[in-house]
């Protein structure tokens, strides 16, 4: 007996081990890939070199700020997709198809529209969690206390479309066509041209939203028990509510406040690694973390790759990514007996 508890010890600890090392590589990756083709060693001595090179200022103020944004949008993603999913009891929810995701960007183009991020650097993310926390409100509201896949989705449908609408209007109202290309761009999704600026503004919103989702963990693994089983083991279903609705809130607002709509990565992660943590919720949340961030970091690094005469936006190629993953469930339920429910 004790040497099959190791065994699952070690068997635990190898997957996000091995997460772990990903994303560093990853990260190193990011730092030397880019328009002016620097060596690694270079690289490494120039993030933390204390002069003023070119390569220097190349690897700290460009690539490091980019690469700490993909790390840190990704695991929020990951989390934020692993967690409701386990809060709703379903496999198909994440940010961008319950509708957080683009009312987080509704909220950050009313805040850009406005003049309100000129005013205050804060009111962008602020507007975005806002924008978050309301939609996952709605879709509680709408779907009830024991939702379907295909309330869920409808719900979802209905709330991405109505954001999707509305920043369609504020870009067809914008006085300045400028603006308003800088908006759709911004929509697209992408880390180019960040600072370490916009890495401590989000940074405090995100690590508060992570804090409170996995806060969440014991309680998603008594909610697969059932609700009533998850009460009488003590554990309150409005607290564990509120902490999943802000905590997504927090770090996908925060998110999508620097990097835009970038989808699928909450629904893709959370699949891919839920049967190596034994289909246990309060296991998958670290391990979504660690894919999400490997996984953007992967596709940041991708988008650099790809020839082109400008920049491939990052929220496009993760789309091109999950949609065809996300068709490929929706087969996979009609062939399973019940189908949806």
């Known amino acids: ?72 949008v990704g695991a929020s993603l990951g989390l934020s997709g692993a967690a409701l999913q386990g809060l709703l009891r379903n496999p198909l929810a994440e940010p961008a198809i319950v509708g957080t995701s683009s009312s987080a960007a509704l909220g950050a183009v009313l805040a850009l529209y406005y003049g309100f991020a000129q005013i205050s650097p804060l009111a962008l993310p602020l507007f975005a969690i806002g924008g978050a926390i309301l939609a996952t409100v709605l879709l509680f509201a709408l779907v009830g206390r024991d939702p379907g896949v295909l309330a869920i989705i409808l719900a979802g449908v209905a709330l991405s479309s109505l954001g999707g609408s509305l920043i369609s209007v504020a870009i067809n109202l914008s006085p300045d066509p400028h603006a308003a290309l800088e908006i759709v761009f911004w929509m697209l999704g992408s880390l180019a041209e960040r600072s370490m600026d916009q890495v401590w503004l989000a940074a405090p919103f995100m690590a508060a939203g992570w804090l409170m989702l996995l806060r969440a963990a014991p309680g998603l693994d008594a909610l697969t028990l059932g609700e009533e089983t998850a009460q009488s083991l003590g554990f309150s279903l409005s607290r564990l509510r509120a902490l999943v609705v802000v905590g997504c809130a927090c770090a996908v607002g925060a998110g999508v406040a620097v990097s835009g709509s970038i989808g699928f ?68 339920a009609r062939r399973r007996p019940g189908g949806w429910r």
């Open 265 to 332: 990565i909450g629904l893709v992660v959370p699949h891919l690694l839920r049967p190596l943590v034994g289909h246990r919720p309060g296991r998958l949340l670290p391990a979504s973390a660690l894919g999400g961030a490997a996984l953007l970091l992967a596709a940041d690094c991708g988008v650099r790759l790809i020839p082109s005469h400008q920049e491939f936006k990052l929220g496009v190629l993760t789309a091109l990514i999950g949609a065809p993953f996300f068709l490929m469930l929706v087969l996979d």
């Open 1 to 72: 007996m004790t040497t099959i508890v190791a065994t699952r010890e070690k068997a635990g600890l190898a997957l996000p081990l091995g997460l772990g090392l990903g994303v560093a590589g990853l990260f190193a990756l990011s730092l030397c890939l880019g328009s002016v083709p620097i060596p690694a060693a270079e690289v490494g001595r120039a993030l933390f070199a204390a002069e003023t090179s070119p390569t220097a200022i190349i690897v700290q103020d460009i690539r490091l700020p980019r690469a700490i944004l993909g790390a840190a």
